[in-house]
């Protein structure tokens, strides 16, 4: 019945928005589930902060609204598994430094780059399955899904990632700054103005916090049940053969 439904989905277009916190294991989750099911993965993330590094190297602040705009809407942004293009030039690497981060974070609040954004992944999910990660999936930008995920964690495990992610990297910071970081960061996702992170009221909660390493837990249990969930609503989705 799995292949059944499988072959189902594969003729239509199938959006999985998974939302939450940054920390909370959305890029793992969505990765893997994409990878399993075929589909496209969006990291929109990435996509502001490629206009946060374009900001950057043009010496445009990122409180200047107006140009910060021009640059969203002016930028052209390729996704491909593991790697992203800002105007023909792989930035991968480029867009994960602390100035970056930060710099995606603040134009993030900005309408009119939240519009330049929305309009660009609205446009990559009515061409190709997704499993697309973010702030605003399920509530702005696809409130129609398929399949919605709210995933959370504890600002301390949270935290904790962040820090074995940067200190892989070479990156040395204090455990207190980055929860600094974190809580504001936190703070100004959830009350901007503009599509502030929420939980869609039809999205299944799930909490990643006692799925790490260091708990004895394993985030491939998550993707599983991610996996579940989405198999149970695509099969209600494909008439009920699931």
């Given at each position: 019945m799995l292949f059944y439904v499988l072959a189902e989905i594969k003729q239509k277009r199938v959006i999985v928005a998974i939302d939450g916190p940054s920390g909370a294991g959305k890029s793992t989750i969505a990765k893997r589930l994409a990878e399993r099911l075929g589909f496209t993965y969006i990291d929109t993330g990435a996509m502001y902060r490629a206009v946060?590094?374009?900001?950057?190297?043009?010496?445009?602040?990122?409180?200047?609204?107006?140009?910060?705009?021009?640059?969203?809407?002016?930028?052209?942004?390729?996704?491909?598994p593991g790697r992203i293009q800002l105007n023909n030039e792989d930035v991968t690497a480029a867009i994960r430094t602390a100035e970056v981060t930060n710099g995606a974070s603040r134009i993030a609040v900005i309408p009119g780059v939240r519009r330049a954004m929305v309009a660009k992944q609205r446009e990559i999910g009515q061409k190709v399955s997704v499993v697309m990660e973010g702030r605003d999936i399920g509530t702005v930008v696809?409130?129609?899904?398929?399949?919605?995920?709210?995933?959370?964690?504890?600002?301390?495990?949270?935290?904790?990632?962040?820090?074995?992610?940067?200190?892989?990297?070479?990156?040395?910071?204090?455990?207190?700054?980055?929860?600094?970081?974190?809580?504001?960061?936190?703070?100004?996702?959830s009350t901007r103005a503009d599509a502030p992170l929420a939980q869609a009221p039809d999205a299944v909660y799930l909490d990643s916090t006692l799925l790490s390493d260091?708990?004895?837990?394993?985030?491939?249990?998550?993707?599983?049940?991610?996996?579940?969930?989405?198999?149970?609503?695509?099969?209600?989705?494909?008439?009920?053969?699931?």
């Open positions: 946060a590094l374009w900001a950057v190297r043009q010496s445009v602040d990122f409180a200047d609204s107006h140009r910060m705009e021009q640059l969203a809407l002016a930028s052209e942004i390729d996704l491909a696809f409130p129609n899904a398929d399949v919605k995920v709210y995933l959370d964690a504890s600002l301390e495990e949270r935290v904790h990632r962040r820090l074995l992610e940067l200190r892989a990297k070479g990156v040395e910071v204090s455990e207190s700054v980055l929860t600094g970081q974190m809580k504001e960061r936190d703070e100004r996702d260091r708990l004895g837990g394993d985030l491939g249990i998550l993707h599983r049940l991610a996996l579940l969930h989405f198999f149970f609503v695509a099969g209600v989705c494909v008439g009920g053969k699931f």
